[in-house]
């Protein structure tokens, strides 16, 4: 009984043994430490600073960790004064670190440190704004023995476009891989296994102050990166050629498999390693579908399929919508109605993100809501005013030169899209103008059954919040007079966020607008105008031979407004 009653003590101290060690794995697995700085002081933060008394330009106020510089003269590069501030243990591994984060003050340079074992070994990821924009960027370095080296960079206009913003700073470690990313997204992702441990660290360059809030490291669980950020897309369709584009999450090799089958058989490959990635394929057959895909590293992306060109005869159908930015899931109910209609090619007539100069917003409003359109679809873009004209645009988009006006043609129609914002001149007397003159009496204009014009601004306009907003004069006075003169059967145009059709002078003039940002809504009348709507939208367009069919649908499928008309040709 006794032996027994032994035996049954010892089974109960294993049993508590390995309670207890499943409690401490467990807790080391899913630790979690976080400051928001609400008890008043900076306990468990060390100043690292070569300055003397720089510790006390770190101080706690208003629940905010605070770096204040003293008055010193003007500095426009980090180097110059670093100084951070650093938490936590050496041996912390595979952790997420999160901060909330604001510069106060016009040069700026701040960002976080991680993996930290001491002032000359560490890695870190800095933001930074110089007076000249070229000098701006923003980079993940490993400092190994006092020694810089720069892991990833991204200059000047990557940046937010209000950089005095309060930001989120996220940066995941998962066994030799980092990733890091704002409120919007992700950032970039690498491989570095110099170091696997470390403390984290708020940094900063002098200059004028910067806060810190809600500092937070928890296990990471997983880095779910997807390798393809953007794409594959189809671009600039022609009855031989096709431009396949697709961005990958690091610089990678190029190659498009492709094939009249979903054996494919062929291929174009670049060895040049890029983000972005544009491969063009010719000597393909007209009027001939193909299966394809894109493999960048060894990666491999589903597959899909695109149509060459028709012919001049064949029936063609194409869809036309814009002003999609800003509400996400507005977007993607337009683009689910788009895709219902089987288009040949879709025209998209500008404002596809708020601001062209952020890179998240094209992933986020403009290549995710539409990434199942644009695999299958090629799509054209009139260049929007919150395109900025930023390189954005231009590094995403493969059209005719010089990209934000130019034409083309498809089957028996010949598509002008122009640049009619205010950075680049179109009235007469500009090189837009003359060059519109030109194409409008060219050869393949003279030759076409249509000519369709697209642009973001619209010439008349009877729906827009802000009062007196008639449409654009310049438009009405150099523009115009041009399509009446050389027979432009319609003119399609958004800016403003609603539908609006009107006949003047023998050209019909359509405002679709309504692809998701905040619809406007009538304020004034134009005679001509005699259809008008305040919804989200697209527009059908059916064309066989000398017959335009034209369709406005919601998203889903009510049609809003219609109308046929005859070739004038």
């Not at 059916?542 to 998203?555: E, H, N, S, V």
Request: glycine letters at 8%; hydrophobic letters at 35%.
């Amino acid at each position: 009984m006794a032996h027994l009653q032994r035996r049954r003590a010892g089974i109960l101290v294993a049993i508590l043994g390995i309670v207890l060690w499943s409690a401490v794995l467990a807790q080391e697995y899913s630790f979690s430490w976080a400051d928001d700085f609400s008890d008043g002081n900076m306990t468990g933060w060390t100043v690292v600073d070569p300055a003397p008394g720089a510790e006390e330009n770190w101080r706690v106020s208003r629940e905010r960790l605070w770096y204040i510089s003293p008055s010193t003269p003007e500095l426009t590069h980090p180097g110059e004064h670093e100084s951070w501030t650093v938490a936590g243990s050496s041996e912390w591994a595979n952790y997420t670190l999160q901060v909330t984060a604001r510069p106060w003050g016009e040069d700026k340079g701040y960002g976080v440190l991680f993996c930290y074992q001491d002032a000359k070994n560490h890695y870190r990821y800095i933001m930074h704004k110089d007076p000249i924009p070229k000098k701006s960027y923003r980079k993940v370095e490993k400092v190994v023995g006092g020694t810089v080296k720069t892991l990833w960079q991204d200059r000047y206009d990557r940046l937010a476009t209000d950089f005095a913003a309060q930001q989120v700073i996220r940066v995941a470690l998962k066994d030799g891989r980092i990733s890091v990313a704002n409120g919007l997204g992700e950032i970039c992702s690498l491989k570095d296994d110099t170091f696997a441990n470390g403390q984290i660290g708020l940094y900063c360059v002098e200059a004028n102050k910067y806060s810190f809030d809600d500092v937070s490291v928890s296990r990471t669980e997983t880095l779910d990166v997807a390798f393809f950020k953007n794409g594959p897309y189809l671009q600039n369709v022609g009855p031989d050629r096709i431009t396949i584009m697709w961005e990958t999450a690091r610089p990678s090799d190029s190659r498009v498999e492709y094939g009249s089958t979903s054996s494919l058989g062929k291929s174009v490959y670049e060895s040049r390693r890029t983000l972005i990635h544009e491969i063009t394929l010719t000597g393909l057959k007209r009027e001939r579908q193909y299966h394809y895909r894109v493999v960048s590293d060894g990666e491999v992306s589903e597959g899909s399929t695109f149509r060459t060109a028709i012919k001049v005869k064949t029936p063609f159908r194409m869809v036309v919508y814009g002003d999609n930015r800003t509400d996400v899931p507005s977007h993607e109910k337009v683009v689910e109605g788009i895709l219902r209609e089987k288009a040949d090619l879709v025209i998209n007539v500008g404002d596809v993100v708020t601001n062209g100069w952020n890179y998240e917003e094209w992933n986020r409003e403009f290549f995710v809501p539409a990434r199942l359109l644009m695999r299958s679809t090629p799509v054209y873009i009139a260049i929007g005013n919150h395109e900025r004209n930023a390189h954005w645009f231009y590094d995403y988009v493969s059209f005719p030169p010089p990209e934000n006006y130019y034409s083309f043609d498809y089957g028996n129609t010949h598509f002008v899209v122009l640049d009619t914002n205010p950075y680049t001149p179109y009235q007469a007397g500009s090189a837009q103008y003359q060059w519109l003159e030109d194409d409008l009496r060219s050869k393949k204009a003279r030759k076409a059954t249509w000519v369709l014009v697209f642009a973001h601004q619209p010439p008349y306009s009877e729906g827009w919040d802000s009062p007196l907003y008639d449409g654009e004069w310049d438009i009405r006075d150099a523009l115009v007079p041009l399509f009446e003169r050389h027979g432009v059967d319609i003119m399609f145009a958004g800016h403003t966020h609603d539908y609006e059709r009107g006949m003047l002078n023998g050209v019909t003039y359509i405002i679709t607008g309504g692809g998701g940002a905040a619809l406007d809504h009538r304020e004034q009348d134009w005679s001509h105008i005699t259809q008008y709507a305040s919804c989200y939208h697209f527009c059908t367009v059916d064309i066989d031979g000398k017959t335009l069919k034209f369709q406005a649908k919601q998203p889903d499928g009510t049609v809003i407004d219609s109308f046929q008309m005859s070739a004038k040709r």
